[in-house]
């Protein structure tokens, strides 16, 4: 009997119809499994991964396999993104016995959840050396049945072992200008200077790792870290990893130069590449950045915004390609002849403007969609009139597949993306977006208790908790929601969040962080990351917000456990720099302060507070807080007890316990918010 068909993670509803007797991470699928003394297969995927589909394809819609996996095991199917708790303590395990990991995750289980043969997809024959899927559980069933003491044994050297790995960071001390110093020196030996980015293939986009270099630059004017920075999101905009016609970034590059990305976008990726790109055009104006910036943003409210009002999780990589084969990459790539048959005699110029070829740049004489011309003039509204029309083909091909199911965490992201992109480039209506996911966040995924759920899907909120991403990213989304609209309330729900990260998340006597609550279900391990992958770690989420919440309330437990929570980057800066971009963006913001700025009016619509409260949003000074509101108003501790000066609306800007003089000025308050260049007096 597969149990999945009544669950809400789009991921485990494409393994609805196995013949597979999949059950849900639930209690009841281990004490099934203890019953009929059998062990337990867990597999972990999520809904874009092109590998997964593969191994369903090939092993978990085959009835053979399904029948041996039924009477043999106790089949247990998780969404690593419905549930990154489990997905962490047993991805860490795999990682530690086979020295690498991903996705399908395949574990195999005592009925107590401890592992004891770790892998990730299995072909369904023997293959490059990896054993076949069948083979694999055949050799498991045996030594479960003849090898229990030895199966025993191993399975609690590994608990042991992932118990014994408890974190030390160091004294707790946040970094100072020498260890930032030394992650920048670190980030450089790793630059590609000839294509932008870090390290060499598959390359990531490094969106964490330029909000750093962008904050570095600002606060001590280091040209070399804009340079890299601008560089790299060059690069990447005129890359394939961009969709040069819809807008919107793929997950990653398979090879060094950003042409042939694996085609799945995520929301978390294009949430953070949108801030990043918007925050370059604030730091230089680069007109491309803002190009980027506000395409990827209507990316995601065009594709990936739920009728609810939040964000979808991720686009599929594979879609049919039109002869009911699914094949990666289908909706997004060119032939010659299809450019032809599309554009006629414009097809020779959008395949020297795109870089199609005629062996392609893909696969099958398909190229996939770039900008590799820096030089030379061409005709805008040709080009425009060229996309539109590849769009627009584009639009009769089967699109991918969607998944959507809302993650807290990744609306958190997304929420602060389209708030301040709204708000930099006038556009209202990507400030609306974000208002509405953040709406959905506190109506479906907040309870009585602000206690978070980590997913909802049609309006509903899902069964699992929240987790440390969930509480920090959300907390960030509406405090850059806070800042750009005046609101208030949206400063108090982020506190709302950031006590439970203080009550529920955080070691009391160390400072350090937990990927879940002291409250959450008990695992084999308490999850405990602090390095950002994909996404900012919950540890280093958190420590961002709670330093931003606290520059905003003066609360000292918020800022103390942010610096606390920052001896990590300490700790790891100086020495993994590429994976802990956004912790050394927070600890520039500590350094610089961070700076508060208030700004007050007569009355929210007055042009002038309009004005200042603009270049308040636009300040590059690492980590700023801005709060707008009117005079005597009770929305922001910042702007309480702020007159006017006359009857102007006033900017104050402080920092480290200190304030400039209030200016009515813009260009002075633009001044006093230009990175680390003034000192506060």
């Given amino acids: 009997m597969n149990r999945l068909a009544g669950v809400t993670s789009p991921y485990l509803l494409q393994h609805a119809d196995n013949p597979v007797d999949w059950w849900p991470w639930t209690p009841e699928a281990f004490e099934e499994a203890r019953r009929r003394d059998v062990p337990v297969l867990l597999s972990v995927g999520y809904s874009a991964c092109h590998w997964c589909h593969v191994m369903a394809h090939e092993s978990f819609e085959d009835q053979q396999t399904a029948d041996y996996l039924n009477e043999h095991f106790v089949s247990v199917k998780v969404d690593r993104e419905e549930r990154p708790d489990v997905d962490a303590v047993y991805m860490e395990a795999v990682q530690a016995a086979t020295g690498q990991g991903g996705w399908p995750m395949t ?266 011309q820096t030089e030379g003039v061409f005709d805008a509204d040709k080009v425009a009139s060229i996309r539109a029309r590849l769009l627009a083909r584009r639009a009769e091909r089967p699109a991918p597949g969607r998944d959507d199911k809302v993650v807290a965490a990744w609306n958190g992201l997304a929420v602060a993306a389209l708030a301040e992109t709204g708000a930099y480039f006038g556009r209202p209506d990507l400030t609306e977006a974000a208002l509405g996911a953040a709406d959905l966040l506190v109506r479906v995924h907040l309870d009585d208790h602000a206690h978070l759920s980590r997913t909802s899907k049609d309006g509903q909120a899902g069964a699992n908790a929240g987790v440390l991403e969930d509480y920090g990213d959300v907390a960030e989304g509406f405090l850059a929601l806070a800042a750009v609209t005046g609101e208030g309330v949206w400063l108090d729900f982020a506190g709302l969040l950031l006590d439970h990260v203080l009550t529920r998340f955080t070691d009391p006597e160390s400072g350090a962080l937990y990927d879940t609550a002291s409250d959450a279900e008990q695992l084999i391990r308490r999850p405990q990351d602090p390095t950002d992958n994909a996404t900012p770690s919950g540890w280093t989420a958190a420590a961002s917000a709670l330093l931003s919440y606290a520059a905003h309330t003066g609360s000292a437990p918020h800022r103390s456990a942010a610096e606390k929570a920052l001896g990590v980057v300490k700790a790891l800066g100086p020495r993994v720099p590429r994976f802990i971009g956004w912790g050394l963006a927070a600890a520039e913001a500590l350094l610089d302060g961070p700076r508060e700025v208030a700004v007050v009016a007569r009355e929210l619509d007055d042009p002038a507070g309009k004005k200042l409260h603009r270049q308040a949003l636009l300040a590059t000074a690492p980590g700023a807080v801005v709060a707008y509101g009117v005079t005597d108003s009770d929305e922001f501790p910042l702007i309480a007890d702020r007159p006017l000066s006359g009857s102007e609306p006033t900017a104050y800007v402080c920092r480290n316990f200190t304030c400039d003089l209030p200016t009515t000025d813009p260009d002075r308050l633009r001044t006093a918010l230009t990175g680390g260049n003034v000192q506060a007096g």
């Fill in 107 to 372: 574990v195999f289980l005592t009925p107590d959840a401890e592992p004891f043969y770790f892998g990730t997809y299995f072909p369904p024959e023997p293959r490059h050396g990896s054993p076949s899927f069948r083979q694999v559980l055949e050799g498991v069933r045996q030594a479960w049945s003849g090898r229990r003491d030895e199966v025993a044994e191993v399975a609690g050297k590994i608990v042991r072992d992932l118990g014994e790995r408890e974190l030390s960071f160091g004294d707790a001390q946040p970094p100072g200008e020498e260890e930032l110093a030394a992650a920048l020196l670190g980030l450089t030996r790793e630059y590609d200077p000839q294509r932008g980015g870090f390290g060499g293939a598959p390359k990531f986009p490094p969106s964490m790792v330029v909000e750093f270099l962008l904050r570095h630059h600002a606060r001590t004017g280091a040209e070399g870290a804009l340079q890299m920075a601008a560089d790299t999101c060059e690069r990447m905009a005129r890359g394939g990893i961009y969709d040069q016609l819809g807008g919107g970034f793929a997950r990653y590059s398979v090879d060094r130069d950003w042409i042939v990305p694996h085609f799945e976008k995520m929301l978390y990726d294009n949430a953070l590449l949108c801030r990043v790109y918007a925050h370059l055009w604030r730091s230089t104006g680069s007109e491309l950045a803002r190009r980027v910036a506000l395409e990827t943003a209507d990316f995601m409210v065009r594709e990936l915004r739920t009728p609810e009002g939040g964000f979808a999780s991720a686009l599929d990589a594979d879609s049919d390609d039109g002869t009911g084969k699914h094949v990666e990459g289908a909706y997004y790539v060119w032939t010659m002849d299809e450019l032809r048959d599309t554009l006629g005699a414009d097809a020779e110029l959008a395949a020297h403007y795109f870089g199609v070829t005629q062996d392609g740049t893909f696969e099958e004489g398909a190229s996939v969609l770039q900008l590799p």
